[in-house]
């Protein structure tokens, strides 16, 4: 049923020919007679601080988090925003430790990386690994879960149209190289965050409401501590002998104090500091205005739990108390990811068309920059080094148009019927087990490629090949192989009459094997690889400025922490 008015769709409207126009006239005023490949990609030098942190952030918050992580804070509670606290912590490790080393090292593409490090073999393995992971897990899964969220305020059968028109609309945007994507990010930020502060505020005036306390949202907030004491702890217990299925699944999503241990750090950290779609908003800038532009971004993430997870935990409490039955279980099923669409049935007139713009805002631009990461992957890395070496700047230009194409197109294909099955995982969930796959061996790859001078080539091509059998075999075979229960890991019932290991533990001991045969094999090349790199304790100062920021979030982390362990 469509939930949005004529006010709703002159504001959504509004909104869609300000970004367009605001973006085309970026990409006419700077544009240049020969278009330039570094420009296109990259938009070398002309993203300032506080552009390339809005960009990250409009990037990373997408319908993944304000849908799928509305359903995680749903069914988890508070523990679901250590994706958010922890992605801060690590963001300034990228700052501090991995940024220098990239722009030191001229580095604009993550494949590059490797080769430079490494060798050809292992960048081409890698380029692939990530073009696959970008359209089938990141770029597909975006936009189902995008398509799902505005098709619940404007109806069902228009599920498909939107779909078509999320696309027209990232492309819109991409083709005009990542110089627009990152100016256009600055006023999605600002729209995402504008409309989900409102939604945020709606669902808490809504528990206030259900619990009698009139329409205060402090009283709102208070009534869900007392109500759902139980989602508001960061880390689960493990499961015993008498602990229900319900928490035993829980667990297998955020294995308590465990997971700290293994899987988080390597999730967060591939994510944020070898992961092409993020790295490339700051490696066409200088080393102050990146850092800069990161740290304001890990601010910016503390916060985001307040519009991406506390909507989540308000429906369960209002769920829970005999409201949004139908909102939440359509036909007597319960989905969790509905939740978020379900608190923007209650907003106002017009309100609706501003919190289904910032939801726009938070898609197109996560499609955008995902489409520009697959691009400039397929364009620098493959094409232009196996398919046709001697293209020039303006052929460049456009075969990485034609690459963002194409994957719009595939994307498409694949979530018209999900034939990937996202809505049966819940989007969030899928998005981070299968990156769990080839994260460990990429995350090994990189540290060691960063830090340990006698890596080899060799070495990081085992390292890619054993993170992900690793990664296959303690997902899927580790409990019939080893057992349930040994010096390693703990398996329990997944309510499917088999066990699983906890994904986030799986992607740790995959790690952790990844790193041994790569030091293993390493030990057998020269002590000092020829393509390591020169570190200088120089390059890792930092500014004042970024010394202060660095200070403030980790302060905001640990009180957070200290509230809600």
Known sequence: MNQLNQTDYIIFLLYFIGVSSYGYWIYKRKQKTDLDTKDFFLAEGSLTWWAIGASLIASNISAEQFIGMSGNGFTFGVAIAVYEWLAAVCLIIVAVWFM???????????????????????????????????????????????????????????FHPIIIGLCLFALVITLGGMKVIGYTDVIQVVVLIFGGLVTTY??????????????????????????????????????????????????????????????????????????????????????????????????????????????????????????????????????????????????????????????????????????????????????????KKDANERQLVWIGRVAILGAMILAIALTWQDTLGIGREGGFTFIQ??????????????????????????????????GFAMAVFFNHYAPAVLGNENILYTAFPNGNGGYEIPFLICMGWSFVFTVLVMVAISLGGPVINPKAFDIDARMFKLAPVNTAMIVVILLCISALYVRFW
């Not at 990386?113 to 897990?137: C, P």
């Not at 939740?339 to 939801?359: Q, V």
């Not at 796959?437 to 090949?465: D, E, H, N």
């Open 100 to 158: 220098p080393i990239y722009l030191k090292n001229h580095i604009y593409t993550m494949p590059q990386f490797l080769k430079t490090r490494y060798n050809e073999t292992v960048a081409l393995i890698m380029a692939i690994f990530w073009l696959f992971l970008y359209i089938f897990v990141n770029l597909t899964s975006i936009l189902f879960l995008g398509a799902l969220a505005i098709s619940t305020l404007v109806g069902t059968e228009f």
């Open 202 to 387: 709606i669902a808490l005036t809504l528990v206030s409401q259900k619990f009698g306390l009139g329409n205060d949202i402090f009283a709102g907030m208070s009534a869900m501590l007392r109500d759902a004491d139980d989602h508001f702890h960061m880390i689960f217990e493990k499961p015993g002998p008498n602990t229900s299925q319900v928490d035993i699944n829980k667990y297998l999503t955020l294995p308590g104090i465990a997971m700290y241990f293994a899987g988080q750090w390597i999730v967060n950290l591939n994510y944020w500091g070898c992961n092409q779609y993020i790295t490339q908003r700051a490696l066409g800038a200088d080393l102050k205005t990146a850092r800069t532009g990161i740290l304001f971004a890990a601010i910016l993430k503390i916060f985001m739990p307040i519009i991406v997870m506390l909507p989540g935990i308000a429906a369960y409490v209002l769920y829970k108390n005999g409201s949004l039955q139908e909102q939440m279980a359509p036909g007597g099923k319960l989905l969790a990811d509905n939740a978020y669409s379900a608190i923007l049935s209650f907003l106002p007139n017009g309100l609706k068309g501003l919190s289904m713009a910032a939801l726009t805002a938070a898609i197109v631009a996560s499609l955008a920059g995902k489409a520009n990461s697959i691009s400039t992957i397929f364009t620098l890395d493959i094409y232009q080094k196996y398919i």
């Open 433 to 466: 087990k299968y990156t769990g796959y080839i994260s460990p061996g990429i995350f090994a790859v990189f540290i060691l490629g960063f830090f340990w001078k006698r890596t080899t080539g060799p070495a990081a091509v085992a390292g890619i090949l054993t």
